[in-house]
C-alpha cells in the first residue's frame, strides 16, 4: 500500500510560481513512476506531467510544457512539480499519483494504482 500526500497549493498571481511536494509512505518509491495530473470545476482530470522511477525520463502535458517542471528524490519518497508563469487556466486540484508502470501515467489516469487526496491551486488574473 502507498499513501501520498501532496502539499504546496495555494493562491498565487498569474505569472507567479509555485512548488507542490508529494510525499510518498512507502519503503520502495524508486518502483515506482510519479506522475502529477489536476482537475478543474467541470472538467475531466488531466495528465500534467510524469517522472520515470529513477528520474531518467519526464513527459509533459501540452498545455504545461516549458513552465512546469518534475523531478523526484527518491531518498526522500517525494516528488515535485515545479510551476512557473502560472496561469488563470492552470486553477484547479492537483493530485500526486504512483504506479509502476510508466505508460499508465497518461490521459485521464485510468488504472492507476495509487492518488493522493489533492491539494488546490488557485491562479488569480
Known amino acids: 500500500q502507498v499513501q501520498l500526500v501532496e502539499s504546496g497549493g495555494g493562491l498565487v498571481q498569474a505569472g507567479g510560481s509555485l512548488r507542490l511536494s508529494c510525499a510518498a509512505s512507502?519503503?520502495?518509491?524508486?518502483?515506482?513512476?510519479m506522475g502529477w495530473f489536476r482537475q478543474a470545476p467541470g472538467k475531466e482530470r488531466e495528465f500534467v506531467a510524469r517522472i520515470s522511477r529513477l528520474g531518467i525520463s519526464t513527459t509533459y502535458g501540452e498545455s504545461v510544457k516549458g513552465r512546469f517542471t518534475i523531478s523526484r528524490d527518491n531518498a526522500r519518497s517525494t516528488v515535485y512539480l515545479q510551476m512557473d508563469s502560472l496561469k488563470p487556466e492552470d486553477t484547479a486540484v492537483y493530485y500526486c499519483?504512483?504506479?509502476?508502470?510508466?505508460?499508465?501515467?497518461?490521459?485521464?489516469?485510468?488504472?492507476?494504482?495509487?492518488w493522493g487526496k489533492g491539494t488546490l491551486v488557485t491562479v488569480s488574473s
Open positions: 499519483a504512483a504506479d509502476q508502470q510508466f505508460a499508465t501515467m497518461s490521459g485521464r489516469g485510468d488504472g492507476i494504482d495509487y
Open positions: 512507502v519503503r520502495t518509491f524508486s518502483v515506482y513512476a
